[in-house]
């Protein structure tokens, strides 16, 4: 034998005006729900859109600052030009020939002067009648100056017996600071 | 939930363990009629378990009839063969237990106008949907005596106007059958007897439940069921 689940009882039906409004309840409910999905789907739409805009503009930035870096790398002929022109500009010519101009010693005469105003640097050549004069010469030049600006680079006696040398002078580092 | 028993020669509410009406009545109506006068006493509101006695609500087996193929031909032949079967008159309701329709299957029938006439009295004083289940009192009886003895194979439950006999091996029915009027224990007895020899049953074992509504001693339950007070369980 076994149990029996004997039941003459009429079978309890749900009351139908409760059931209907909780289907309107959640009808509506879904409603709203899938209005709000719907909203946020839009709203995330705008901000992915928004996202990508923010990312062509970093791209963009990015670029041009590597541009500019780029730029700042490759110095265009011009600029070097202009330091050129502003070393030119700013050499102290004056000075050079007061240095010169100042120093006069007997049997020591300056012949020629080569100035290359974009490296700094000054060559002379010198007629000169002994060594002593020539040495004096140049410590007369130097004179006032810290460090020796000038130097002898070479002196020979003429060999055709005019009693005469010629020597060569040189000074270089002149800048603008120097005037 | 209060337990309602219905039958023709007694009526009795009970409340767990308590039992608060039990009266002799003549018939099924003058149950009706208490039952009706102490629902409309009764202030608060109710909810029922309605139990019929075996003699309103009688047991049969419905063996396969060949042709049938579902579930509904089978209820549509159970209750064209309940009067037959139970000795009911009139139209019956009839539940008829689940399984293959090729199978013997155990049926339980009350007549329709029982029934009516059971809603007609609960509608005139209280909710319609106060009464939550109607059942045989003896189906109550072999649902917690099966879940104390499992191994069970034999069941007679002996009320106030009637005797039923629930028989079989393991899950199936061989017997089921009700005697009534029976109306004391020594005709209960003495049919008891009976039916087991002459329904060829050989049990090893089984239960005696008596409900006795109108007994005045108070005993303590031996089973945990509806109508417990009103419950004696012997073997």
């Given amino acids: 034998v076994k149990p029996l689940r004997v039941d003459f009882a009429p079978k309890r039906r749900l009351p139908r005006r409760p059931l209907f409004a909780l289907a309107i309840a959640f009808s509506l409910l879904a409603l709203q729900q899938g209005w709000e999905a719907m909203k946020l789907q839009r709203r995330l739409r705008d901000v992915e859109r928004e996202v990508l805009d923010l990312s062509a503009d970093i791209d963009r930035a990015t670029r041009a600052r590597l541009a500019a870096a780029e730029a700042k790398r490759s110095e265009p002929l011009y600029a070097r030009d202009a330091r050129a022109m502003a070393k030119i500009a700013g050499f102290p010519l004056n000075r050079v020939l007061a240095s010169l101009e100042a120093t006069r010693v007997q049997g020591v005469k300056l012949t020629t002067l080569r100035v290359s105003a974009t490296d700094g640097d000054v060559e002379g050549e010198l007629e000169f009648t002994d060594q002593e004069s020539l040495m004096h010469y140049v410590d007369g030049i130097n004179a006032g100056e810290l460090k020796p600006r000038w130097r002898l680079m070479q002196a020979q006696m003429d060999s055709s017996g005019t009693g005469k040398g010629i020597a060569s002078i040189a000074s270089s580092h002149w800048e603008a600071s120097d005037r | ?235």
């Fill in chain 2, 1 to 235: 939930v209060h337990d309602v028993y219905l039958g023709t020669r007694a009526i009795a509410v009970c409340q767990g363990e308590r039992r608060i009406l039990a009266q002799a009545v003549t018939g099924y109506a003058v149950a009706l009629a208490n039952l009706r006068e102490w629902l409309a006493a009764t202030p608060t509101r109710l909810r029922l378990r309605v139990w019929l006695s075996g003699s309103l609500c009688r047991p049969f087996l419905v063996t396969p009839v060949p042709g049938i193929r579902s579930t509904a031909e089978m209820q549509r032949v159970a209750e064209a063969l309940a009067p037959q079967l139970t000795g009911l008159d009139g139209d019956c309701r009839v539940w008829v237990d689940n399984g293959e329709p090729q199978n013997t299957r155990i049926a339980a029938a009350v007549q329709q106008a029982s029934l009516d006439a059971l809603h007609r009295a609960v509608e005139e004083v209280a909710a319609k949907d106060c009464v939550l289940t109607i059942a045989p009192w003896w189906s109550e009886l072999l649902r917690a005596a099966l879940r104390r003895e499992p191994a069970l194979s034999a069941l007679a439950a002996q009320d106030c106007d009637s005797l039923t006999l629930l028989a079989g091996r393991g899950t199936g029915f061989e017997v089921a059958v009700t005697l009534t009027p029976v109306t004391d224990r020594d005709t209960a007895d003495a049919a008891l007897a009976r039916l087991l020899v002459s329904a060829h049953v050989t049990v090893d074992e089984y239960l005696v439940g008596r409900l006795a509504p109108l007994r005045e001693d108070a005993v303590t339950a031996p089973l945990q069921l509806a109508l417990a007070p009103l419950l004696e369980l012997s073997r």
